[in-house]
């Protein structure tokens, strides 16, 4: 989350690097460089950024067979964008599912939501 926080040329570099070739996001299969791609407006949209993971939430169960282990849990996010006067701010779940192989570690899966406000 630390690397997600960073500047665009650090974030889109971290993305090539830590996603697979092609990726379940969002429940739709798309290549490195189309979340590249996605990245590029996130950041650009929201340049700065802050994401704070609950540990109490966080969970990890691994497939030894398969090499791949699930990593999920909530975390709290603020993204604003000064220019703009535009802000955003919550909860939300994060999961992520990687692969270990001889590359090393890539994140083959990505999904995750907004999640309600305790208040509303």
Known sequence: ?????????????????????????????????????????YVTRWPQRTFRLKPETTHIICDDVA???????????????PREFKVSAGVTSYEFKVTFGREGPKIIEENGQVLPRANQ
């Open 1 to 41: 989350m630390r690397r997600s926080e960073g500047s665009l040329p650090n974030v889109l570099n971290y993305v090539r690097q830590t996603f697979a070739a092609e990726v379940t996001f969002y429940g739709k299969r798309l290549s490195n460089q189309q979340i590249v791609e996605d990245q590029r407006r």
């Open 67 to 81: 090499s791949t282990c699930r990593i999920f849990g909530e975390l709290d996010f603020s993204a604003s964008n």
